[in-house]
């Protein structure tokens, strides 16, 4: 049953703060899960069979939840422009999240540690969610795919000690400068707000402190680059920097 009287989803309601109990929890158990198979790893020799095989079992559970909760968008009476394209963000981020797990690799990687760690994180904080509570689809579908990319970053990083690098920051800026200028341009052409470039989400955001179109979209750009510099410093001061020997060698 619904968690709300009305059956809409209230942020910092029962129905959220169970998921944010829930992503605690999930963090925790993967961290310590991926600690485990990194103690299996020889030094030197990458990650071993248990890391691979359940990265892979990992990604195909997110394509699982994912292609389920996409093809009901696409249904009669649920088809709409502006919502049902995977434009936003994080629509590009479980993608980069099954790319990372499946392949361990570093630009895979280095995507998914910056959306996940951060722009993931805001979405599970303050959700643009405007539509039924638990047990509804609109709100599975928007927890399961936070929940799981952010829960990827979390893995990845602190189980599996794969570590960022300032290449890595520079790509992640590029590729997220590509996909806010081309989905800007959809919007325009479309009359949608994918990616909330165009117009501040209906519900309450952080974007609200940030001031008006277009400020706000500039505000939100010098943020998410200072912020992702400050993740990324602490894995790279000193000479040596902790990398894992698999994140070192992959590339996308």
């Keep these: 049953m619904p968690l709300t009287v009305a059956g809409r989803f209230a942020a910092y309601g029962p129905s959220h703060w169970a998921a944010l109990g ?4 999930g963090c ?5 899960v991926g600690r485990a198979q990194r103690a ?5 020799a990458g990650f071993g069979g248990r890391a691979r095989g359940f990265g892979k079992a990992y990604a195909l559970a997110i394509v699982y939840v994912m292609i389920g909760t996409q093809v009901h968008t696409l249904l009669p009476g649920e088809w709409r422009i502006g919502g049902s394209l995977p434009l936003q963000l994080c629509d590009v981020a479980w ?18 540690y910056y959306w996940g760690l951060t722009l993931s994180v805001q979405g599970l ?41 300032w290449g890595d920051y520079g790509f992640a800026v590029a590729v997220t400068v590509a996909w806010a200028v081309g989905t800007f341009v959809f919007n325009v052409g479309a009359g949608t707000n994918y ?5 501040k989400p209906g519900t309450g955001s952080v974007l609200d402190v940030m001031g008006p179109w277009p400020w706000y979209v500039l505000v939100e750009a010098l943020v998410i680059l200072l912020g992702w510099a400050l ?22």
């Design 22 to 25: 829930l992503f605690a929890i």
């Design 28 to 32: 925790a158990g993967l961290v310590l």
């Design 40 to 44: 299996e790893t020889e030094p030197g």
């Design 95 to 112: 993608l980069t999240s099954v790319g990372a797990l499946w392949t361990l690799g570093r630009r895979w990687f280095a995507l998914t």
């Design 125 to 165: 904080l303050t959700p643009a969610l405007n539509g039924a509570d638990y047990p509804g689809i609109d709100y599975l579908g928007f927890f399961g795919m936070h929940l799981m990319i952010v829960w990827s970053a979390v893995y990845l990083t602190w189980g599996l000690g794969m570590r960022p690098g």
């Design 195 to 199: 990616g909330y470039l165009n117009e």
């Design 231 to 252: 993740i990324t410093w602490p894995w790279t001061r000193g000479s040596r920097t902790r990398r894992s020997p698999e994140a070192s060698r992959q590339r996308l």
